[in-house]
C-alpha cells in the first residue's frame, strides 16, 4: 500500500484551532489512545540506512500490528511530504511476536 504522510509541528495554543479547521474540512477522529512501538534493524543499522522500518506497535484498545515500510517507487523530491510503500499485518500477541523478532 502507498502511504503519504505529513507531519507539522503546532504549538499548544493553536491546537484547538487545527483542530476546529480540520473538522470544518470534513476530518473525523479514527483513533485516540496510548501505544508502545518497537523498532527492529540488524546489527549495522542497515535497514534505516536504506530507509526501511520494521515496527511493532501496540495500540491500546485496537491491538497488535507489524509493519514493513519502505521507500516508495514513488518517492517524489517534495520534503513536505514522506511516501512510502507500507505492508502490515495484525498480530495476537505483542510479547510472542517481539520473542520471534
Known sequence: ?????VKFAVSPQKFESVRLMLQQAGATLAWKGTE???FF???????SRRSISLRLREWK????SFTLKMESPWKQ???RFKI???YEVLV???TEMRKIL
Open 77 to 79: 523530491k517534495n520534503q
Open 36 to 38: 508502545k512501538n518497537f
Open 84 to 86: 512510502q510503500e507500507e
Open 41 to 47: 534493524d540488524v546489527p549495522g543499522v542497515i535497514f
Open 92 to 94: 495476537n500477541k505483542l
Open 1 to 5: 500500500m502507498k502511504e503519504i504522510e
Open 61 to 64: 484498545g485496537k491491538g497488535v
